[in-house]
């Protein structure tokens, strides 16, 4: 089992920027991708960016697209998310994910099998 962890959440004003960290110390972490998820109290957890476990192709949710930055460091067991243009509706927790096979990278999160604990997000108007 893959134990990921999250950083980097914190407050920050609509229109600024934060980078999260999502480490891992397992060294097949390089084999996955590995997805970002966020979630609001009373909602589903819903799917932001993803990135394969080469780092050559991302994806995106639609509401990110231009504003989030998906990247790894496999040397580093890292995967960051840079937020950018920050909203105040990208306020969530937001979990780094791995999916239960090697090589791929899904955008569903019934994909995933391994979470982290998560980081709060909190964007003020």
């Known amino acids: 089992q893959v134990q990921l962890v999250e950083s980097g959440g914190g407050l920050v004003q609509a229109g600024g920027s934060l980078r999260l960290s999502c480490a891992a110390s397992?060294?097949?972490?390089?084999?996955?991708?590995v997805g970002w998820f966020r979630q609001v109290p009373g909602k589903e957890r819903d799917f932001v960016a993803a990135?394969?476990?080469?780092?050559?192709?991302?994806y995106y949710a639609d509401s990110v697209k231009g504003r989030f930055t998906i990247s790894r460091d496999n040397a580093k067991n890292t995967v960051y998310l840079q937020m950018d243009t920050l909203k105040p509706e990208d306020t969530a927790v937001y979990y780094c994910a791995v999916p239960y096979n090697y090589y791929r990278v899904y955008v569903r999160k019934d994909d995933y099998k391994s979470w982290g604990q998560g980081t709060q997000v909190t964007v003020s108007s």
């Open positions: 990135i394969t476990w080469s780092g050559d192709t991302t």
């Open positions: 397992d060294r097949t972490f390089s084999r996955y991708g």
